[in-house]
């Protein structure tokens, strides 16, 4: 049977908190959970600036172990709410107070298209410091929130090389009762990476691919929350047909996308039927060609991002609603339309 850890005593309360003091760091002991060994100090205020950033409430949280390491936490909240958090491990609690505050406040907001994208991080291991004097603190992006005046969007990164980023796209509430309807392609239109999107009770779902190890995952990930807050503060400020003639193409492609799985038996059937229509005496690149056109299609279905599928997509539509929102009552289960 484990036994519960040993609660933290005022020495070991103040041997910890040591190299904080040091920084004007206080903790606040009415909020630290001795039983939990977890201490709390007192929040820091961060005036916003003219770049469109929030005023910022800085928070730490450090976490005690009886092996000997430590979790220390930063959390940034915004006075709307938003949340960014910066996280690492170890055993020295001033060289984690020393990596956290290596992080400035504002570097996990980043304005883009009227919208604020709230960065959460993990930090590994210590600033490594270039021959030229530059200090480089090594960043692993976790998660990446957009908030939209319609919907909010969550991108999770998993720390497991290879696997894909989950989405989720949450609508607010709207005080008519009106429901938000999306195209299942809303996000498939950006590029190869992305997937369409999976009604399901009461969100979106959706992947991005990401590739490499950490630090060009991360990179990935940021450039793709900059390029989905952009992406959809365009969309969804102007009526749905515009989606539509903006991204007639992307569209189109999307759906071939998603054809890919269905395409490759019926291009199987029809490379049978035709090849002996065919004299490819003078032409063996044609036969090699509709030989292998086969194989490069299911070789093509494990490429895409989401578990292939045989169906038949429903084709790109122009939308004759006004607004991303209809009538509850119209809407059934807010499930996503065709835009």
Not at 135 to 145: D, K, S
Request: charged share 20%; proline share 9%.
């Amino acid at each position: 049977m484990a036994t519960a850890p040993s609660p933290l005593s005022h020495h070991d309360i103040l041997g910890i908190v040591e190299p904080f003091t040091r920084r004007s760091r206080q903790v606040d002991l009415a909020a630290s959970d001795r039983l939990s060994r977890r201490l709390l100090f007192h929040p820091i205020e961060h005036d916003g600036n003219a770049a469109g950033l929030p005023a910022l409430r800085e928070t730490l949280q450090l976490d005690s172990y009886r092996s000997g390491n430590f979790d220390l936490t930063r959390t940034l909240t915004a006075a709307d709410g938003q949340v960014a958090t910066l996280q690492t491990s170890g055993p020295q609690p001033a060289a984690l107070l020393a990596r956290i505050e290596a992080v400035a406040p504002e570097q996990q907001f980043v304005s883009q298209a009227g919208c604020l994208v709230a960065r959460s991080y993990n930090v590994p291991s210590d600033p490594t410091v270039s021959a030229e004097g530059h200090a480089t603190v090594p960043l692993v992006l976790t998660r990446a929130v957009v908030h939209l005046p319609e919907l909010t969007l969550t991108l999770s990164v998993p720390a497991t090389r290879g696997v894909s980023a989950d989405i989720t796209l949450t609508p607010r509430p709207a005080s008519d009762g009106s429901a938000l309807v999306l195209p299942d392609d809303l996000l498939a239109v950006i590029g190869w990476d992305w997937t369409r999107l999976v009604c399901k009770k009461d969100l979106w779902e959706s992947k991005l691919r990401l590739r490499g190890g950490p630090a060009r995952r991360t990179r990935h990930a940021e450039q793709a929350a900059d390029r989905v807050a952009q992406h959809l503060a365009q969309a969804l400020t102007e009526p749905p047909a515009r989606f539509h003639e903006r991204h007639l193409r992307a569209r189109w492609w999307a759906a071939l996308r998603r054809a890919i799985p269905i395409l490759t038996p019926v291009i199987l059937v029809i490379t049978v039927l035709l090849f002996p229509r065919f004299d490819f005496g003078e032409r063996p690149g044609l036969w090699v060609m509709l030989y292998h056109l086969p194989t490069a299609l299911i070789a093509l279905s494990f490429c895409l991002q989401e578990l292939p599928e045989f169906v038949i997509p429903p084709l790109p539509r122009r939308s004759a609603l006004p607004t991303w929102r209809k009538p509850l009552k119209d809407a059934v289960s807010s499930a996503p339309a065709r835009g």
